[in-house]
């Protein structure tokens, strides 16, 4: 029985994995295909073709990206791009959910932002039960004045799919910092805690040390 189960748990380590990226991709793949739509039916890709290829929707994507950016980026563009912020400023409802999206788009990519770049420690949900979170901004002037005292927002990821989550705002000295990485943390959530990053980085690092060992 340890004979079986030692090949079957080395399968899965290998099969596993492959399965769900594999899947995952293809999630992405098929999504990103959607743009196909956008074409006119005569010169769509399956028509032209005769068959459906997989992956040509990304293409396309990617392309999309670059031209607008390309468009946005000189001052015909922008000009493009601030008529039409200003017409969906008017319509009230639009209006928030745009402009929320839009700050937390450029607050995630640009090179100075703190938004998803640090891991720490917080009391979820309840006192004395702790819990990875991203912190999100530290820049909370109206909640502060209402509260009386310095909070910082964090966003508590579920797991294994750390896509939904909540916003919580803590109060910054319940909050504790964590020499974890960003990549580390999002494993640890994914592998609901089975894998301890510290573990693989102690592994990693005992077998550096004995293969610079000298052989005798």
Known sequence: MNFLR?????????WLPLVATFFVIRLLVNWMDQSLLLLP???HPDNLLGFHLPGLGVVLSLLILLLTGLVAANLFGRKLVSLWEHLLSRIPLVRSVYS??????????????????????????RRGMWTLAFLTSDEQ??????????????????????????????P??????????????LKLLLSMGAVNPIEKEAIASV???????PKP
């Open 100 to 125: 929320a999206v839009k700050q937390m788009v450029e607050t995630m990519f640009s090179d100075n932002g703190k938004s998803f770049r640090k891991v720490v420690l917080v009391e979820f949900p």
């Open 41 to 43: 039916e005569t010169y």
């Open 6 to 14: 030692r090949y079957l748990v080395a399968g899965l380590l290998v």
């Open 141 to 170: 002037g109206p909640v502060q004045q209402a509260t009386g005292q310095e909070v910082i927002s964090v966003y508590v990821p579920t797991t294994p799919n750390p896509t939904g989550g909540y916003f919580v705002l803590v």
């Open 172 to 185: 910054k000295d319940d909050v504790r910092e964590i020499d974890l990485s960003v990549d580390d943390g």
């Open 207 to 213: 077998d550096g040390l004995a293969e610079a060992e």
